[in-house]
């Protein structure tokens, strides 16, 4: 084969033809300190992922829950107010954990899932929202009798601790243990990566498209195409994973067109091509246009522009023309003045502040550096990473530079990089030595506490 196979070959040879070949052992993990090493590898390929995925829970929950509780709450913004309704209070223990993490696109899946695609004014907007989440959530509400915010919640962090254990399994295919490790705390207590336990489609995405490229990378090619084809119903970006898909065919297969055309294999890589069309056949039966997920964006405020100009918004401002959203909008660039104001007063009076938060939230800045340093891996990632990882990567970072927003020219870029796991990957094999591991796993902590805390109490994040 044409891919490392790094992962698998320990302990075999490799023929003269490339493929690889195993050694014998008795029973299932061997005997003696060999098959004790197996069973120890294959446990903590369990339990090393379920404890990062709890570590990461107890933070964020901690820290959306205070802050719910003792944080003093922005007011929520259209139009999560008005036209959809303010949203209404949960009760118990729903309150305690659900409530604080269902802010902004929570409430959106959360009308999907209770009245689907249909409806009129700002409701249109909803076609952005792509449907296996929405649908889980009424299906978990149905089968549980929760609210459709609490299943939506169950299933982003159980789907969180199972991408957790896909992504350690699929590091240790192309590196090994040591980086695994490094990759899933990176994720876990990244800054951002309390999307991950709230209401929103990042655990779900995230674990479809890890489970689809390590089949896919295993050869399991009608696994790989059926878990994407799910992916491409969960985000609009799953579609995207027929580009690794396609390098690891021409990898395992060779670059023998005759060969993939017998090969049904390629029919089955090609499954996550049939996520747009299933979306718009559902929007066409909901009384919508086929395409509303594509139109809808204007209503967003997204605007087409050159990379080179997105970035240019970011920094220093621009003017755009949108008729859809109102006409002409002048776009900010980002604003540094809130770390003047906290060096000039570091106190927790400055932190907690509604007028300190509300300048930070909308300064920009979250956007601007965090697409700079994911653009800064992606590169470092053309040399260190399996070439179908940056081919996963790379669109990921590229194509939301041709569709800025008038309201943040890099919207949601911090949360869009949270799937784009190669990027942490990168991280984990830049930083190795505890004397630079430890400060920056305690700093992004600090981070992920203080911007969970931001989200909770309606400030926006990303």
Not at 154 to 164: D, E, H, M, R, V
Not at 224 to 245: C, D, E, H, K, N
Not at 347 to 358: G, H, M, P, V, W
Not at 447 to 455: D, N
Request: charged share 15%; aromatic share 12%.
């Amino acid at each position: 084969m044409g891919y490392s196979t790094r992962g698998r070959a320990r302990g075999g040879t490799r023929s003269g033809s490339g493929t690889v070949r195993i050694k014998q052992t008795t029973g299932r993990y061997g005997t003696g300190a060999a098959g004790a090493r197996h069973e120890a590898m294959a446990a903590e390929a369990v339990t090393f992922p379920l404890v990062v995925g709890v570590v990461h829970w107890i933070i964020v929950q901690l820290s959306a829950s205070l802050a719910l509780r003792f944080g003093t709450a922005r007011e929520s913004s259209p139009p999560y107010k008005g036209t959809l309704g303010e949203p209404v209070p949960l009760e118990g223990l729903a309150h305690v954990l659900v409530e604080p993490l269902r802010m902004w696109d929570g409430l959106w899946y959360k009308l999907i899932a209770e009245q689907g695609y249909n409806g009129t004014e700002t409701q249109t907007a909803k076609a952005a929202f792509w449907p296996l989440f929405p649908w889980l959530m009424d299906g978990g509400s149905r089968l549980t009798g929760l609210s459709v915010e609490a299943a939506g919640y169950i299933i982003a962090n159980l789907s969180f601790l199972g991408a957790l254990m896909l992504l350690y399994r699929l590091v240790v295919e192309d590196f090994d243990r040591a980086v695994a490790r490094r990759t899933l705390w990176a994720l876990a207590l990244f800054p951002t990566a309390f999307f991950f336990s709230a209401v929103y489609t990042e655990s779900l995405f995230l674990l479809l498209a890890v489970g689809a490229l390590l089949a896919a990378r295993l050869g399991n090619w009608w696994v790989a195409g059926v878990v994407g084809l799910l992916a491409a119903l969960t985000r609009s970006y799953g579609v995207l994973l027929l580009i690794p898909f396609a390098v690891l065919l021409i990898q395992q297969y060779g670059f023998v067109p005759r060969r993939w055309l017998s090969n049904l294999n390629l029919l089955a890589a090609g499954l996550p091509a049939l996520g747009p069309t299933l979306f718009a056949f559902h929007l066409r039966r909901a009384g919508r246009e086929p395409d509303a997920f594509i139109t809808v964006q204007e209503q967003w405020f997204r605007f087409s522009a050159a990379p080179w100009t997105t970035f240019r918004c970011a920094v220093s401002g621009c003017e755009v023309n949108l008729p859809a959203a109102g006409g002409n909008f002048s776009v900010r660039g980002a604003e540094w003045g809130w770390i003047g104001d906290l060096l000039g007063n570091p106190t927790l009076a400055t932190l907690t502040s509604l007028e300190f938060r509300d300048f930070v939230a909308g300064s920009d800045t979250l956007e601007l550096v965090a697409t700079l340093l994911f653009i800064g891996l992606a590169i470092a990632g053309l040399r260190l990473l399996p070439l179908y990882q940056s081919a996963y990567l790379i669109p990921g970072l590229v194509i939301p530079l041709f569709g800025p927003s008038a309201v943040h020219p890099l919207m949601s870029m911090p949360r869009f990089g949270l799937t784009l796991f190669p990027l942490f990957i990168v991280l984990a094999l830049l930083i190795r030595r505890p004397i630079f591991v430890v400060p920056v796993a305690i700093g992004s902590t600090l981070l992920l506490v203080l911007l969970t805390a931001q989200f909770s109490n309606w400030y926006w994040v990303s």
